[in-house]
């Protein structure tokens, strides 16, 4: 840094004055100036070191992130500039399920948000390097609705309901929700593969499934539609992770400040989408998630996100529990929802948080 115009703090009227003594006058500069000037050498000489202070790389990660309600908190995160305030550039990819886990592990990814079965069904299987540190949403955000004709959840049975995939997050709420209803998802029902909620959507619509579990904005078309809703399972207090954020216990190892920084940016991406502040442009970011300009339909997601969602990516021992116990596969094998969860990154970000008033 270059002081500017330094060398006029020096200039002086060296003009000679009357009589003999200002013939060869010598400059004595006031204390004043003497003081600035060595404050200016010292901010000249130190200024590198600053700059290099101030000028932490910024560290560019992949994270992976599937199309869902509540993960639209991630990506309005991403694109509001909430990573990179904390010294991180994401590449943020669409990848779910199994291929997800698996590029993670093969550490083509770094973080990835994903659904909590797969993250758990992975490590039972022998993954022990995945870690479970964060959720964007830690509580059912679902309803399960079916064709007007049906009207009572008896009527659900024999008939076909669609989830994105066997063994995912839709999949592991169908069943819970068949349960709350007195009926027996094994047995009493048709649970099928109908692909993403958009897919799903056509077919209830085209007469090719009776029923389906919606996340907003879905919802919304649902309401519309005058679908029958037999159960909003958002309205029950049943922890349960919908959309977590997993990483690898060899990364955390490695990166731990990294860590740490993702969750930080995540947090603030998530004030800044219930902020009234920034609602428009949360509607653009949730546009673009989406792929719609249908306001009514953002409208409906972010206002159902903001009432449901704590203000951290929150997530508790007991929505591993809950999803561990309710899996007819995972409830048997004596997993310990502790082992697979990583707290410290939470922890940390909660004392940050309340150290900050916040």
């Not at 731990?256 to 969750?263: A, D, I, L, Q, Y």
């Not at 546009?287 to 009514?296: D, I, M, T």
Request: proline share 5%; hydrophobic share 40%.
């Amino acid at each position: 840094m270059k002081p500017a115009n330094s060398e006029k703090i020096l200039s002086v009227n060296l003009k000679s004055k009357s009589g003999p003594a200002d013939q060869n006058p010598k400059f004595v500069p006031p204390r004043d100036s003497r003081a600035l000037v060595v404050c200016i050498v010292l901010l000249f000489c130190l200024s590198p070191v600053l700059v290099m202070a101030q000028a932490k790389p910024i560290r560019e990660i992949i994270v992976s992130y599937p199309i869902g309600g509540s993960t639209s908190y991630f990506w309005v995160a991403h694109k509001s500039g909430s990573f990179e305030k904390h010294g991180l550039r994401l590449k943020a990819v669409h990848i779910a399920g199994v291929a997800a886990i698996q590029s993670l592990l093969a550490r083509e990814l770094f973080i990835q948000m994903e659904g909590g079965p797969a993250a758990v069904r992975a490590w039972a299987r022998g993954a022990k390097d995945v870690a479970v540190i964060g959720a964007v949403g830690n509580k059912l955000d679902y309803l399960l609705v079916s064709i007007p004709s049906i009207k009572k959840p008896e009527d659900l049975k024999g008939k076909r309901i669609g989830v994105s995939a066997i063994g995912a997050s839709s999949d592991f709420i169908a069943r819970h929700a068949v349960r709350q209803l007195g009926l027996n998802p094994e047995k009493d029902v048709s649970i099928l593969a109908a692909g993403a909620m958009g897919n799903r959507w056509a077919a209830i619509s085209g007469g090719n499934l009776e029923a389906t579990v919606v996340q907003p904005p879905f919802t919304l078309l649902a309401r519309k539609a005058g679908m029958t809703v037999h159960i909003d399972l958002s309205k029950q207090e049943f922890q349960y992770p919908i959309s977590a954020v997993l990483t690898t216990r060899s990364f955390i190892k490695a990166e731990n400040e990294t860590v740490m920084n993702f969750m930080r940016g995540l947090a603030d991406g998530m004030d800044f989408y219930r902020d009234e502040t920034n609602k428009e442009k949360v509607y653009q970011y949730l546009g673009e998630y989406y792929r719609s300009k249908a306001r009514e339909e953002l409208e409906e997601t972010r206002r159902a996100y903001s009432q449901m969602t704590p203000g951290l990516p929150l997530i508790t021992v007991k929505s591993i529990e809950n999803l561990i116990v309710n899996d007819k596969n995972l409830a048997p094998m004596g997993l310990k929802p502790s082992e697979i969860l990583d707290l410290s990154f939470l922890n940390r970000l909660q004392e940050e948080r309340k150290s900050r008033g916040r």
